[in-house]
């Protein structure tokens, strides 16, 4: 094979790759709207008035998540299956965020931190790597922390609008976060810098309790008691 | 006072959270149970890449040896010595990529590139150059490819599933990515200058010749694919260009003055004009 050959081959591999990669940028970018639009209906649970109707903005919120589905559906058949880490840039940004908000509407109807297993199923991807297009731990545990955030924005909102109870199950809920975090071994990638974070959302939330509790706002029985 | 301790005992739940994975109280949740899950599957994938990164060393190591080895050609009577001998240490580094491969096995292969794409790329630029000095052509990628297939015996297999029935012979590949290909071939160039070089101070008339058009080619090849390739080929093509002149001026220099400067003087020349480029790639 001489060598002119042999770079005419290359290029069309590259030509082909490139191909690829421009189709699944064309469909992360519908993917991308989709989650702002999930992320616009949410954010209205900081406003005074959204603290009443959490569970309509979450049922809301669920259907979009079905467009998500069948965005994410498409975009499978854009690659081979086996090439998932290939081009895994291209979608990672956009799963955190759909992890993320996945994690606020599980959180917001029952308080509790969502599963990998119900990540998959809200979003319409596979548990296992082997089964296809799955939802990679590094990238759920990016949502997650993405959360935790979220929540310490949360607490203190809640508190503007009057829910005193709230930011005593947050602080629980982050503090339970927070241990499970550090039986973590994180290496020196992005999602240590963003676990690096967690402290910051940890000390917020803890500043509301502080606040609310010094104050006798805190509706915990043996806070009254003790005064 | 019992009430007194009782808040004490929430407080400390509260604070000190860290301890609330062993806390007395029985309150392991459900979060921290998944987290060690998560830490257990975590651990094993750093293992993995950092196993790969330590093979990828290996690698890197070995076939910088190897070219260092072949670069000695220039100056032995006896090539084919030099030659075979690169060939058993090169057999060494396959081995090296072979496990590699039983490392990838069952894995998707890009997950963990970038852990040992360094070692592979070293790996294609000393087995390219090994197979110009004895062909004089560029090796492409399905030769490399073809020589990276691993024959393992299976025994542990049949142990863990008890059933030892058929003592398989399970064939591993490992694929050499176009993009490593490309890179390993880039740096080629970078030898087969030094080569170039060298072989101009030994007497060598025609291999200057030779290497310049051969490099000629590369180059050509490169510029076609522009900056189409990763962000790293373009970044090499810069280096590229430089070896091209300086094995451009070698041959002028050869063509023009050859005549009249003695051979030993004429490697002093265009060695003093290359020191500083050594220098640099030396660093790097």
Not at chain 1, 119 to 136: Q, S, Y
Not at chain 2, 177 to 204: F, H, K, Q, W
Request: proline content about 3%; glycine content about 6%.
């Amino acid at each position: 094979m001489s060598v002119t050959e042999m770079f005419s081959y290359i290029q069309g591999f590259l030509s082909a790759d490139q191909d690829v990669r421009e189709d699944i940028r064309k469909v992360v970018q519908v993917l991308e709207q989709t989650a702002r639009e999930i992320l616009t209906v949410l954010q209205s649970v900081h406003q005074p008035t959204g603290f009443k109707d959490i569970p309509s903005k979450c049922l809301k919120a669920r259907e979009l998540f079905s467009t998500v589905q069948s965005q994410i559906g498409e975009l499978k058949t854009k690659f081979p299956v086996e090439q998932y880490y290939r081009f895994h840039e291209h979608w990672r940004f956009v799963l955190q965020r759909l992890t993320f908000l996945a994690a606020f509407v599980v959180y917001l109807e029952s308080e509790s931190l969502v599963t990998r297993e119900e990540v998959a199923k809200i979003l319409g991807t596979e548990v296992d790597r082997e089964k296809g297009f799955h939802l990679d731990i590094e990238d759920y545990l990016a949502g997650i922390l993405i959360m935790a955030s979220e929540l310490s924005r949360l607490a203190v909102n809640s508190v503007t609008a009057g829910d005193y109870g709230r930011p005593l199950r947050i602080s629980n809920f982050i503090n339970e976060l927070d241990s499970g975090f550090r039986l973590l071994n994180l290496k020196n990638d992005p999602l240590r810098k963003r676990y690096d974070g967690l402290k910051y959302d940890v000390k917020k939330i803890e500043e509301v309790v502080y606040d609310l509790s010094i104050r006798g706002l805190a509706k915990e029985p043996e806070a009254g008691g003790d005064k | 006072m019992s009430k007194r301790e009782g808040n004490g005992s929430t407080r400390r739940r509260r604070t000190e959270s860290a301890q609330r994975a062993e806390d007395p109280l029985g309150h392991t949740s459900q979060v921290v149970a998944a987290f060690r899950v998560f830490q257990q599957e975590l651990d094993t994938k750093h293992d993995k890449y950092e196993r790969l990164v330590k093979l990828s060393r290996d690698i890197t190591i070995e076939s910088k040896r190897t070219i260092f080895l072949l670069h000695r050609v220039t100056s032995v009577p006896n090539v084919e010595e030099v030659l075979n001998e690169a060939d058993a240490k090169l057999d060494g580094v396959r081995q090296k990529i072979g496990q590699v491969a039983e490392e990838l096995r069952g894995e998707d292969l890009h997950q963990f590139h970038k852990a040992f794409t360094s070692g592979v790329q070293e790996y294609v630029e000393a087995v390219s150059f090994h197979h110009f000095i004895r062909h004089r052509i560029l090796i492409s990628l399905e030769e490399i490819n073809a020589r990276l297939v691993f024959v393992k015996e299976e025994k542990l297999e049949t142990k863990v599933t008890g059933e030892g029935s058929f003592p398989e012979a399970c064939v591993l590949t490992f694929q050499v990515t176009p993009t490593d290909y490309l890179l390993g071939v880039a740096d080629l160039t970078g030898e087969l200058m030094r080569m170039c070089i060298s072989s101009v101070g030994n007497g060598d008339m025609d291999t200057p010749f030779e290497l310049s058009s051969f490099l000629r080619d590369i180059h050509d090849g490169f510029s076609y694919i522009g900056n189409m390739g990763p962000y790293e080929v373009s970044k090499k093509l810069h280096t590229l260009r430089q070896s091209l002149g300086k094995v451009e001026d070698a041959c002028y220099m050869l063509r023009v003055r050859g005549s009249e400067i003695p051979k030993h003087m004429l490697a002093d020349v265009l060695s003093s004009r290359t020191a500083l480029l050594d220098h640099d790639e030396g660093v790097s």
